[in-house]
């Protein structure tokens, strides 16, 4: 690899060389010749001069030529000298940016608003877009909500501090539920337990509460604090990852070795807890983040660029990532990213 100060030093021909290989190359996918780069005119220097001037991007590391016969493509190094050193990033405009705000604005809690996040920010950058909730259980607690269903159903709900709702189904087996009127007494008191306290501090507390109460209770009151306990306990595994647009990560191909990167990734993310603990370090980190190919911590992700960004301050609401080939069109999609969350920070902040 070579040495970054080795990079600060690339001449101004250099850069419009390196700048214009890779835009030709985001549009097209394909590797890029010298002839190509001459014919569009924008560099207004002989074929010669281009044909010299890759060669010497080559030497550094910055592009790379798959087969003899074929143009050049960006190296990782050179995408990131891209990203860092050449383009300029502009925010959408002021039009799309209101599309995205008023989609948002009817979305309603922080699950809901991620979700829609996802699904615009798809069909923006016709790629697939990831969203990662905070952890279930560092959710606090807004209230809680018993509701009767039916005569053997009760539905638990707990809405969050942060406007997540998150609700269980369970079934009453001790004759018919109890009434509305028993069941809002018992929120109430629940919710007094539960208020501002973690999912995690509320299972401990209502397990003591359920052995320290017991003899107290009647056995519907102590039946409903059991059934609030086991409803925090089924919350907690939840990954809270939601994927959305996967089919633009199968583009026809005759390549048996995309097609098999492809079927990786897919696989990849079909496991929330991964794709977790791959993204989880991201909606740490200030601000937009690109990964470009092996800069990737999965496998999976080594052909791929992706651009993820927190949303709330320290990732507190979220992240929101979109993942494409390793030619993504960043020039577009990193203002999207960003402009995407600070919308939902703005939002539900």
Known sequence: MADPADLEQLSERE????????????????????KVLADAGDLQVSPQTIRNVLSALHERGLIAQPHTSAGRVPTDLGFRYYVDSLVRFTPPAQQVQGEIASRLEDAGG??????????????????????????????????????????????????????????????????????????????????????????????????????????????VEERLMA?????????????????????????????????????????LLDEQQRVRALFDGAARGPGVRIFIGAENPAAALSQAGVVTASVGAGGAIGLLGVIGPRHLDYRRVVPLVDATAAIITRLLG
């Open 227 to 267: 059934l609030s306990r086991d409803g925090v306990t089924a919350l907690l595994p939840d990954p809270a990852v939601h994927v959305d647009g996967t089919s633009h990560l199968v583009a026809p191909t005759d390549d048996e070795n995309v097609r098999q990167q492809q079927k990786k990734l897919l696989l």
């Open 15 to 34: 850069r419009q060389v390196l700048n214009a290989l890779v835009d030709a190359h985001i549009s097209t996918g394909e590797p890029i010749g010298s």
């Open 110 to 219: 922080v699950d809901h608003a991620l979700r829609e996040a996802a699904r615009v920010l798809s069909r923006l950058v016709q790629q697939t877009c990831v969203v990662l909730a905070p952890p279930v259980a560092q959710d606090r607690v807004r209230h809680l909500e018993l509701v009767r269903l039916r005569d053997d159903a009760v539905l638990f709900i707990v809405v969050s501090i942060d406007g997540r709702v998150q609700n269980r189904l369970f079934e009453w087996r001790d004759g018919p539920a109890p009434t509305s009127v028993e069941l809002h007494s018992a929120a109430v008191r629940l919710t007094a337990l539960l208020f501002d306290k973690t999912l995690e501090e509320g299972r401990t507390v209502l397990d003591a509460a359920v052995n320290d109460t017991r003899s107290a209770l009647t056995r």
